[in-house]
């Protein structure tokens, strides 16, 4: 990591995130024709999150009071917004599965749409939904994008609902119990996920969570860490009854990542002791460790500790390399020595790419070493790098 | 032994190196035939592959398509069936014809959904590459990807407004990126999001159709999902109503071609009898050296194979030249008549080309084979005098007389007494066409038997005595100037028939002083709801027929379906082919009136009962009449307006009919000028959409005119070969002549006058043989690909045009060899062995 | 070695009955030189196109080598002329779109000789002949004594057993005429092949080393000359 060279360019290419993204239709378009090879990555999640904003959204430059269930909704106003959902599940027997489910909001322009018609919009919705089966070791994923016009995609506080086409996120009232679904063919999830014992977990600074030094470079962060999920799944023809816990991250901003920064390895992790670890890296073009690093450990009562970049180390242990010569570091030591944690964090499968029009790493994995647990490890910015 | 001497080739060859005009003449046969067939082909489809390539960008992959017939489709329908799990790949489209102000023709406004396209229409996803135009396409209310033929039209490049005008909305978009692919001709669409073409087409809350891929479970879990009146089609029902269009334009063209091919081939025939012949004694002395008549056949039909891969390449070369120019010609009556498609380069089909080759090679090998056959059969060491060959042809004549009468009687029976299509219809024509040409010999000795009835200077009569004399060649000469001829005759006759009942149709029809329409007759355009009141209050106006258009799916074709208030005078308007007892009360009692093809093609007759297709379910309806229509091939139905307007209330007024009060036509016309000044409509005349229709009908048929043209320089080559090979073969005759005392003009006046009276006779068999060419045509071809008839006429005008035609051709083919054989030196001839 | 027995041949003009030939009969050694003697009209031409298989005869036969010409079928006769037999004809009948070279060539070529071994012949032929260099010419180039020689060298191309001449002197002068006669027999001698030489020219029959005298359908030995 350390020997990656700089990127030339790539900080002052194009800057608007929006039209990355819009690339990434377009290139999403032409791939359905096989033009790219396969597997090629669309887009950088650097392109994508790090792009210089539109002044005309909203930036997150100062921690808020959060509002429910207003905050639950979307905020338009904000170039991009996700509700990003991990879990770890088993069947009675034992058959274990990881499961990803998000819904991410994008801008195209800031400010309201014309209003000469029900599917004109500046708002556009995609969809990532992942299994990954550990005992037959395989991962499945897939990607829907739609316009946030017409009912056929949007987002709505109250009664909480998020959707994308047939794919959903809902609650009656407030958010939980929550009732996901979401299908593409293969492979499909129906899941209600119940509130738990932890409570909201508001990340950073009372939910601001700043990504660089840079004002309005972060993010309105805040997580549901351990949500008790009971449902079914289904892969091919077969339906499995399932159970375990479930981790909800909430996110929007404008602006995200700096110019010199390359992405991220994100941890999300449920302790069997009741503690629950989040933990980003943000990585720098040079390869190394950004002082904007961030994590927190949430007790088994709820209470909440920020973690620093200097409290914790973080050292890759295993790479896998993904076609295309991407390698990605797929088991890690991460050591909180004033906690006593030294945890061997492992991939449950090794492929659990996502490999849509952003490519990264997104996968279940388990916990052993001091404490033992699951969790979900996500790897960005690696794609499209030496 | 050898399959076949490389000599023997080699001294054929030589021999028609030797008689380079023989050669030349037959290659020019070859040619000329291949070059017309593969001109009309490569024309042909040209616009098939421009409107083919416009209709797959527009449809992409998609495997089906859901719309409520004869309307438009709720978004409901989509946004319910997108939020089910389970649903397939489904694709949203928005569209409708509209104009670009100051430009010509119309064009397709099609508005997408850019989420929804991927799996379906990759090619137009390709042109949205450039990021930075897709947020304003997506964004703006104008932002526009233009077709590859309006770019080339309009010049245009991104950044560029365009002002389009649907139902007399101007709406300004913005060229995004222009579509300068080289390729894509044809594509007329101007691609928008689907929020901007729902703006612009005021189909808010409305779709035009969904495209779908399914396979047999999501077709099933489709059908158990969509409500009622919403239908699921197959694209290749769809595409069959659309493609459908032309295919009769492209096989009465084709038919043309074949023609010319035809005559292309009594030129081969012609061109390789006289080469054969010439080589009698050759081939004897061969024969008596011991060779067999199998390997002279062989040699013969090799010379013919070699002649015809050159003949066919230089066709090739000269069809594809042809095709060019033909292709603008068809494209444009194409555009004319069933939809605008543009054609920027010529597509060279393989498979025209394939054909082409094929057909150039097996018609020259079967002209051929008659000849060879005889030639190899030649004695050994023969001197039978020409004289004893001409005898033996002669004695042929009353044979293929006969055996043309059969033909020709067979094509009679195939094409007017036989059931059967429209290519059953042309196999009779073709018939007909050879058993005639195999007649002529036997009616040019007929004529000539008059002729020696009638006295003549000595010089004359010789004349007339050598036409006889050389019957056996002269007469595929002759037959080949006839067929080209007969076939000018019969599609003349044939289009001016049809022009002139076109016009006393449309004469007719169009009885009212005055139409008013929305911005010219353009299909969805509309007139405001207001207008009609102010049209009643006026004292001028006395009565007002009103219409309602719109397209409706009926047999796999779409029809034009149209709701008609008809005053009286309109009624009288149309020509009722055959109707019920009371047809204009059932009318007005909800049946309803079927144009001539309409009937033809559902063998419909008054009385019978239709099923129509409405938003609410299939609506049965009585038929009332069948009327004579040339509007549409697809057919014509005209509905009561109340009961038309029970299953589309929304459908707007597309057109007025005015009948003015007695002689205040102009005061009508004045007070309604004043009325339409401040909207936009159009006022027309019946005039001048008469001549509007006329002249779109002529244009239509200024194809034909070019293949008649052809077909007549075949023809005439033809004469011009077969006089050269006379003269060439009569060289020593000439000479004698000439040594007797023969002046050079007496000379020339022989060789001409000879000519002459070939065009004569050959325009005497191919009059009778042409007005029976048209009566197929009429009767047979006319009924059977368009579904409808007309009053058959014969203009004399055209058959002395004929005449002329014919003695032109003669009289221009003769004067090259009279010049040649007058300027010879006689001297030399005389004594060649 | 050539054999014509009791040959008849009439040929019917409109209903007018011409007898060509009547019960002829003579025979040929091989390797001999016969000259037919006859007037026009005497039935020559026909009774060559007899023997070479080209006409068939109202009755008798024709044996060449024993095998009865007019028993074997059309495509069977064209091949013994092929194989067999050699043509001299009075209008040289060479092929005019064949260079001379070409038209000695052709009967090899039919026979289905290689390249090389043709190409020998056809130019030791034009040697003998005395037009040795002339195979590029095209016959219209050449005289008319010029012409023969090439249409003898052809003749005898392909070795065959039988060499049959009709007049081949009869549109040459006198003295391009005699020196032709003398090549003409004289090669055939050379080849060890039979010559039938049909003429209405004493002298021309003279090279002969028998003469027959064709008269009223019937052939006579002739006096000594």
């Not at chain 2, 101007?190 to 035009?208: E, F, H, P, R, Y």
């Not at chain 2, 068809?330 to 597509?347: F, I, M, R």
Request: hydrophobic share 45%.
């Amino acid at each position: 990591m350390a020997l990656r060279e700089p990127q030339p360019g790539t900080a002052t290419e194009g800057r608007l995130i929006v039209r990355k993204l819009l690339l990434l239709l377009a290139l999403l378009l032409l791939a359905c024709d096989a033009e790219l090879p396969p597997n090629t990555p669309a887009v950088r999640v650097d392109q994508v999150m790090g792009a210089e904003p539109d002044p005309g959204f909203t930036r997150a430059l100062e921690a808020r009071p959060f509002r429910f269930p207003q905050d639950y909704g979307a905020h338009p106003e904000y170039a991009t917004e996700w509700w990003y959902l991990t879990g770890n599940l088993q069947t009675q027997k034992g058959h274990r599965f990881g499961y990803q489910f998000t819904l991410f909001r994008v801008a195209l322009r800031p400010g309201e749409p014309l209003q000469d018609s029900a599917w004109r919009t500046r708002q556009i919705y995609m969809g990532h939904l992942a299994i990954s089966d550990v005992a037959a070791a395989r991962h499945y994923s897939a990607e829907r994008l739609s316009r946030a016009a017409a009912g056929l995609a949007g987002a709505r506080a109250t009664p909480f609902e998020v959707w994308l086409g047939p794919w959903s996120m809902r609650a009656d009232s407030g958010l939980f119990p929550m009732k996901v679904s979401a299908e593409n063919g293969d492979i499909g999830l129906s899941l209600q996920l119940l509130a738990g014992n932890k409570p909201i977990v508001l990340q950073g600074d009372r939910g601001l969570s700043r990504k660089s030094a840079t004002p309005g470079n972060a993010s309105y962060y805040y997580s549901f860490t351990r949500l008790p999920t009971r449902g079914e799944l289904h892969i091919g023809d077969r339906v499995y009854s399932v159970q375990g816990d479930s981790w909800l991250d909430r996110e929007w901003s404008s602006s995200a990542l700096d110019s010199d920064q390359a992405g991220w390895d994100w941890f999300a992790l449920q302790l069997e002791d009741g503690r629950d670890l989040m933990y980003y890296q943000l990585r720098t073009r040079q390869g190394g460790m950004h002082a904007f690093s961030r994590g927190t450990l949430v007790e088994k009562d709820g209470s909440v500790r920020t973690l620093l970049p200097e409290q914790v180390k973080l050292t890759p242990l295993r790479h896998w390399q993904a076609e295309g010569n991407t390698r990605y570091p797929v088991s890690w030591r991460l050591q909180v020595p004033e906690q006593g944690l030294d945890l061997e964090v492992q991939a449950l499968l090794d492929d659990q790419l996502m490999d849509h029009s952003v490519q990264y790493w997104e996968g279940a994995v388990e916990v052993s070493g001091s404490h033992r647990g699951r969790g979900y490890l996500e790897l960005s910015g690696y794609a499209g790098s030496p | 032994m050898n399959l076949f001497s490389p000599l023997l080739l080699r001294a054929g060859l030589r021999y028609l190196m030797h008689h380079r005009w023989q050669g030349l003449l037959a290659l020019s046969g070859i040619a000329l035939g291949v070059a017309v067939v593969l001109a009309v082909d490569l024309a042909n489809s040209g616009a098939r592959a421009a409107f083919e390539l416009s209709v797959q960008q527009l449809q992409g992959k998609a495997t089906h398509r859901l719309a409520v017939p004869g309307d438009l489709l709720p978004d409901e329908v989509y946004i319910n069936l997108k939020r089910q799990p389970g649903a397939p790949p489904m694709a949203p489209v928005v569209s409708d014809w509209v104009r670009i102000k100051g430009a010509p023709g119309r064009y397709q406004l099609v508005g997408f959904d850019l989420f929804a396209e991927a799996p379906f229409r990759g090619q137009i996803a390709e042109r949205l590459t450039a990021p930075a135009f897709i947020s304003d396409w997506l964004t703006d209310a104008g932002g526009l990807l233009p077709g590859a033929a309006a770019t080339r039209a309009l010049r245009l490049v991104a950044g560029d407004r365009l002002d389009i005008v649907y139902r007399d909305q101007p709406t300004t978009l913005q060229v995004l990126q222009a579509n300068t692919q080289q390729d894509s001709s044809g594509d007329n669409v101007l691609l928008v999001d689907i929020a901007t073409a729902k703006t612009i087409l005021d189909m808010q809350g409305q779709l035009s159709y969904v495209d779908l891929i399914l396979d047999p479970d999501s077709e099933h879990w489709i059908r158990q999902h969509i409500p009622p009146g919403v239908e699921l089609q197959t694209v290749a029902e769809q595409a069959q109503g659309v493609t459908r269009l032309s295919a009769a334009f492209e096989l009465n063209l084709t038919a043309m071609s074949l023609l010319a091919m035809l005559v292309g081939m009594f030129l081969v025939f012609n061109a390789m009898t006289f080469s054969l012949v010439q080589r009698r004694s050759l081939f004897g002395r061969l024969r008596a050296i011991g060779v067999t008549p199998r390997e002279l056949f062989t040699l013969i039909l090799l010379e013919a194979v070699m002649m015809a891969m050159l003949g066919t390449l230089l066709g090739m070369l000269i069809g594809v030249w042809l095709g060019k120019g033909l292709t603008r010609l068809v494209a444009a009556t194409v555009s004319d008549l069933y939809y605008t498609v543009s054609v920027s380069a010529l597509q060279l089909d393989g498979t025209s080309l394939m054909f082409a080759a094929v057909l150039g090679v097996l018609a020259t090998l079967l002209a051929t084979l008659v000849p060879a056959w005889q030639a190899a059969r030649t004695p050994p060491l023969t001197t039978l005098s020409r004289t004893a060959l001409e005898q033996a042809a002669r004695r042929g004549i009353p044979l293929w007389a006969v055996f043309g009468l059969l033909l020709l009687l067979a094509g009679l029976l195939l094409a007017l007494v036989l059931p059967g299509g429209v290519i059953m219809s042309f196999a009779g024509l073709f018939s007909l066409v050879l058993g005639a040409a195999m007649m002529t010999p036997l009616m040019i000795r007929l004529l000539h038997r008059l002729l020696t009835t009638v006295a003549l200077p000595g010089i004359w009569r010789m004349g007339v005595r050598d036409l006889d004399r050389h019957l056996s060649r002269l007469g595929i000469a002759v037959a080949a100037l006839m067929v080209a001829l007969s076939a000018s005759v019969g599609v003349g006759v044939m289009v001016e028939s049809m022009r002139g009942s076109v016009h006393t149709w449309l004469t007719e029809l169009l009885c009212a002083d005055l139409y008013v329409a929305a911005q010219g007759f353009d299909e969805g355009a509309r007139l405001p709801e207001t207008f009609l009141q102010e049209v009643s209050g006026l004292e001028t106006v006395a009565a007002i027929s009103r219409y309602r258009e719109r397209t409706l799916p009926l047999h796999g074709r779409h029809v034009e379906l149209i709701g008609a208030h008809l005053a009286a005078p309109s009624r009288r308007g149309f020509a009722l082919l055959s109707s019920t007892a009371s047809a204009w009360q059932d009318f007005d009692n909800g049946a309803v009136l079927l144009s001539e093809p309409l009937a033809y093609r559902l063998g419909l007759v008054p009385g019978a009962s239709l099923q129509l297709p409405t938003a609410e379910g299939p609506l049965n309806v009585q038929v009332a009449a069948v009327f004579r229509d040339y509007a549409s091939e697809h057919g014509r139905i005209f509905l009561d307006e109340t009961v038309y307007r029970r299953y589309w209330p929304d459908q707007g007024l597309n057109t007025l009919a005015l009948f003015a009060r007695n002689g205040e036509v102009a005061s009508m016309r004045r007070e309604l000028g004043e009325l339409a000044a401040h909207t936009a409509l159009v006022l027309t005349p019946a005039a001048a959409i008469l001549e509007e229709s006329m002249a779109v009908f002529d244009r239509t048929f200024r194809v034909t005119e070019v293949l008649r043209a052809v077909s007549l320089v075949v023809a005439f080559i033809g004469v011009l070969s077969a006089l050269m090979a006379l003269q060439l073969e009569r060289g020593k005759e000439y000479a004698v002549l000439r040594a007797l005392g023969l002046t050079r003009v007496q000379l020339v006046g022989l060789i001409s006058g000879e000519s002459l009276l070939m065009g004569l006779l050959a325009a005497c068999v191919a009059i009778p043989t042409g007005v029976l060419m048209a009566w197929v045509l009429i009767q047979s071809v006319q009924q059977r690909a368009f579904g409808w008839t007309m009053p058959f006429s014969v203009d004399t005008g055209l058959l002395l045009q004929t005449l002329l035609v014919g003695l032109l051709a003669a009289g221009l083919a003769a004067i090259y060899p009279a010049w040649r054989s007058a300027s010879r030196n006689p001297a030399p001839q005389l004594r060649e062995d | 070695m050539l054999a014509v027995e009791n040959l008849a041949k009439v040929y019917w003009s409109g209903s007018t009955r011409q007898v060509v030939l009547e019960g002829l009969t003579f025979r040929i050694r091989q390797g001999e030189t016969v000259a037919l003697l006859g007037a026009s009209g005497s039935g020559k031409t026909t009774l060559l196109n007899l023997i070479s298989g080209i006409d068939n005869p109202d009755s008798g036969s024709v044996s060449l080598d024993g095998v009865k010409v007019h028993a074997l079928a059309e495509p069977e006769r064209t091949l013994l002329r092929r194989r067999r037999i050699g043509f001299v004809f009075q209008f040289f009948n060479l092929i005019h779109t064949l260079t001379v070279g070409e038209n000695v060539a052709l009967p090899l070529e039919l026979l289905g000789c290689d390249h090389a071994s043709t190409q020998a012949r056809v130019a030791d032929l034009l040697a003998a002949v005395g037009l040795g260099g002339l195979e590029p010419r095209f016959p219209e180039t050449l005289s008319g004594g010029e012409q023969q020689r090439a249409a003898i060298a052809r003749a005898l191309a392909h070795r065959p057993a039988l060499l049959l001449a009709d007049e081949p002197t009869g549109n040459l002068d006198e003295d391009t005429a005699g020196r032709i006669i003398e090549l003409l027999s004289d090669l055939a001698r050379q080849e060890g092949t039979t010559l039938l030489l049909v003429t209405h020219s004493l002298p021309v029959a003279r090279v002969a080393d028998r003469v027959l005298r064709l008269s009223h359908g019937q052939v006579a030995p002739a006096e000594e000359p």
